[in-house]
């Protein structure tokens, strides 16, 4: 197997936010992830598809950002 799983820093710079904010949507469940035992990783390719798909928003709408 060739892919290289991204870092959740690495996903932070494609998707043009904070770090935080991106482990926030792993833990979620709205960026989909790869658990290696404590780490999380993102698959390229699903991170790629999930982003042509448009996203998964939070249930109820952005109103639970807070």
Not at 10 to 16: F, G, H, K, M
Not at 32 to 39: D, E, I, N, S
Not at 40 to 51: A, F, G, Q, R, T
């Amino acid at each position: 197997m060739d892919k290289k799983l991204l870092r959740l820093p690495e996903v932070a710079e494609i998707l043009d936010l904070k770090e935080d904010r991106v482990y926030a949507l792993a833990r979620e469940g709205i960026l989909p992830v790869v658990h290696l035992g404590k780490q999380l990783k993102v698959d390229p390719d699903k991170l790629s598809e999930w982003i042509n798909n448009g996203g998964k928003a939070y249930n109820g709408g952005w109103k639970k950002l807070s």
